[in-house]
């Protein structure tokens, strides 16, 4: 049964940002919470620990002893996918612009991509598209974990690839809009929550005027909220606005080819702490029965945050297990 989320903290000393992503409860009496936190700029917070968290029944403290509980990262639960859509138009690929893209693009992919052998806090995938003045975008690679896989289609991108030397961006972006949709989709028929980020390298503007400007803003401003956007223009041609705009989680612009590898480093290191802030509390609750108030509160050293949720514990029995 869905139960629904309240407010957060409001308090002025320094601050985690607690957001409840969604909750059920199920008999006999689990409540589940998934939830994300972040510091005071956005940025995800990795590696709590189960002892960093206070579980509140109506302001009062429950212990581990009245109910059992297990707050874990999201490995088990997430599906993080990335999907990185590259401006292979013909001011990309006619230039010496295109070894840099490919260094930076790889280097994205080290950024969100656990190595092999690392801990990772999601099941990160990534999936690469491209676009140039066709009305289709591209796809370079299907979604997939293998760094390798990923890296080896990065370096396959040739100037022989596109013949069209326009720019379809506003039709880029629609299309990403709905790709990452139907990924928000799988994973919900695999019983998992989802979260998307669509990034976007361009060098310039629309051209093909194949969609409006409107038609793009709006398909981002009506998106699904797991989907988070990230544009990173490069050069004097671009519309910062407008990619402001498309990149409403975070823009970055290059001024040049040199300083393109670190504007993807950034905004991979954004991802990356993005799909290291989920959490799953999975807990008995002692309560049987009416509607009740669960808070999450977080603290670390001199940081701390809440959110506050109302669940109802009618019929709640006794026999309940956590996994």
Do not use: H
Not at 145 to 158: E, G, P, V, Y
Not at 243 to 269: H, M, Y
Not at 270 to 284: F, V
Not at 291 to 302: A, D, M
Request: charge should be negative.
């Amino acid at each position: 049964m869905l139960i629904q989320s309240c407010s957060g903290d409001n308090d002025t000393t320094p601050q985690l940002q607690v957001t409840i992503e969604n909750q059920f409860t199920n008999l006999p009496s689990n409540v589940s919470v998934f939830f994300k936190v972040q510091d005071g700029a956005g940025k995800g917070k990795a590696g709590l620990k189960e002892s960093d968290f206070n579980i509140y029944e109506n302001g009062s403290l429950i212990s581990e002893f009245e109910a059992v509980r297990k707050i874990q990262p999201n490995e088990k639960v997430l599906d993080y996918n990335i999907m990185l859509l590259l401006d292979l138009s013909g001011s990309i690929l006619s230039s010496q612009n295109l070894a840099p893209l490919k260094s930076a693009a790889k280097s994205f992919i080290d950024e969100v991509v656990p190595s092999e052998g690392e801990v990772s806090a999601g099941a990160v995938k990534v999936e690469i598209w491209w676009f140039d003045g066709s009305q289709n975008i591209k796809q370079l690679q299907p979604i997939t974990s293998n760094t390798t896989t990923l890296k080896n289609a990065i370096d396959n991108i040739n100037a022989s690839m596109s013949s069209d030397n326009s720019t379809n961006l506003y039709g880029a972006v629609i299309q990403s809009v709905g790709i990452a949709t139907q990924r928000l989709g799988q994973s919900q028929e695999l019983d998992k929550f989802g979260s998307n980020s669509v990034v976007i390298f361009t060098d310039g503007t629309d051209q093909a005027n194949r969609s409006t400007k409107g038609q793009a803003l709006e398909a981002v401003r009506k998106a699904d909220p797991s989907i988070s956007f990230y544009t990173i223009g490069l050069g004097g041609e671009i519309d910062e606005p407008v990619l402001k705009e498309i990149g409403k989680t975070s823009f970055v612009s290059a001024v040049n080819i040199g300083e393109l590898l670190d504007k993807f480093k950034e905004i991979g290191d954004l991802i990356n702490g993005k799909a290291n802030s989920y959490y799953l509390l999975e807990y008995c609750s002692p309560k049987r029965s009416g509607s009740n108030q669960l808070t999450i509160e977080v603290v670390q050293g001199n940081l701390k945050g809440s959110a506050k949720t109302i669940f109802d514990a009618s019929d709640f029995n006794g026999s309940c297990n956590i996994q």
